[in-house]
């Protein structure tokens, strides 16, 4: 039997969608109002599951506790009151849209949860627009 787990978190961030090597008529076209070159915020709000079996001996899929401060380290911490494009290392030649944002927290907390754990990030980047990644 397989159970998921599961914990809100959110950060507040900056970004730009744009590419550099676009002209701006092209990056307007595109982007519209994501374009715009002094930034634009949201208040992201993200859901991560864990899925697997429960561990006969603690009763835990995985302990909430070390899962919320994972997301902490990982995610809250680097993105967090940040501009995306300039803060954040991972973005430096990738465009922040919100699939590029899953799928880097996707990355970052996959380094430190076990392989045989499923893994699921859903963001939130307004209440209306989500998106989900769980790999490949």
Request: glycine share 4%; proline share 4%.
């Amino acid at each position: 039997m397989k159970v998921t787990v599961s914990r809100k978190a959110h950060f507040n961030a900056a970004h730009r969608l744009y590419r550099p090597d676009w002209d701006d008529a092209k990056n307007n076209e595109i982007f519209g109002k994501c374009n715009n070159p002094n930034y634009h915020g949201h208040n992201y709000e993200m859901i991560v599951s864990v899925t697997g079996k429960i561990d006969p001996e603690t009763g835990y899929v995985m302990d909430v506790k070390v899962l919320k401060d994972l997301i902490r380290s990982e995610v809250e911490n680097a993105f967090d009151h940040k501009n995306l494009n300039l803060d954040v290392p991972e973005f430096k030649n990738l465009n922040p849209t919100a699939e590029n944002i899953v799928v880097v927290i996707w990355n970052k907390l996959r380094k430190h949860i076990s392989t045989s754990l499923d893994l699921e990030v859903v963001l939130y980047e307004t209440p209306r627009n989500f998106v989900k990644y769980a790999g490949e």
